[in-house]
């Protein structure tokens, strides 16, 4: 069997990114599966080949604000069972969260919430974040094999943005927003990329779109894949792609060999 190839990416607005060259992008990428965030959009305002391009099962959670939030899932297998949002109406009603199951593992495509700069959504964020591990925990005692990728907001450690002492009081590297992602690898989530690449720094997902932020890589790595830990053993790659442009953010990757 070929390896299986899983994406993940904040398009930031998925119409501005197809008039940006998306679908050419998906089209040469190929993805088994591709998990957007920010899709910023209901599916009735696409067009066909957006809303499900040829090959792809797509499934779409969106905000009941227009032209905010929003996630959606591609998936070339069709699962098995699709749960859009995680049944907690405050977030669901800000199309944040789509869970896939897979015949060998449970897919979780999620757009967590960002702060604010005046730190007014902090507490929400991380009651999000939250409930979103509780669902991960109540599925992996289930039995289930977890992966969740997607737009996380918050930069782990140092390593993972370009200028962290300016940026300690910021939303997206708060302590307890970074602490919460210590919390899930001590539960058994492994930071599939920081595990390959332990002390790979440079490796970012979002730029600033302004003082040439991308040009100069003074970036944040804030989209992630996580898997459980029984998936460990068939991770053959994790990826960041800076050199796909159309966001704010480019894609991240994940290769896992046949279970």
Not at 23 to 41: F, I, M, N, S, Y
């Given at each position: 069997m070929q390896p299986l190839t899983l994406y993940s990416w904040n398009v930031n607005g998925i119409r501005a990114a197809a008039r940006k060259g998306f679908?050419?992008?998906?089209?040469?990428?190929?993805?088994?599966?591709?998990?957007?965030?920010?899709?910023?959009?209901?599916p009735d305002q696409l067009d066909a080949e957006l809303r499900r391009p040829s090959g792809y099962h797509t499934y779409w959670a969106w905000a009941e604000k227009k032209g905010y939030s929003g996630v959606a899932l591609y998936t070339k297998t069709e699962p098995l069972s699709v749960q859009i949002g995680l049944g907690i109406a405050d977030f669901d009603r800000e199309?944040?969260?789509i869970v896939a199951e897979y015949a060998d593992f449970v897919l979780i495509n999620a757009y967590f919430p960002n702060g604010g700069r005046d730190h007014s959504r902090v507490p929400f964020k991380m009651q999000y974040k939250a409930d979103f591990l509780a669902l991960c925990n109540e599925l992996r005692a289930q039995g289930k094999a977890i992966i969740f990728c997607g737009d996380v907001n918050t930069a782990h450690r140092e390593i993972d943005l370009a200028r962290p002492r300016p940026n300690q009081k910021k939303t997206g590297f708060l302590p307890e927003e970074r602490v919460w992602i210590d919390q899930i690898i001590g539960q058994g989530y492994v930071d599939t990329f920081r595990r390959l690449y332990p002390e790979q720094a440079g490796a970012y997902t979002w730029w600033a779109n302004y003082a040439r932020a991308r040009a100069r890589n003074v970036g944040w790595r804030l989209d992630y894949f996580f898997v459980s830990d029984d998936v460990w053993p068939r991770v053959a790659d994790a990826a960041i792609h800076p050199e796909v442009t159309g966001s704010d953010h480019c894609p991240v990757s994940l290769t896992l060999t046949e279970a």
């Open positions: 679908l050419d992008w998906l089209h040469q990428a190929q993805p088994d599966v591709l998990g957007l965030q920010e899709t910023r959009c209901h199309g944040r969260t």
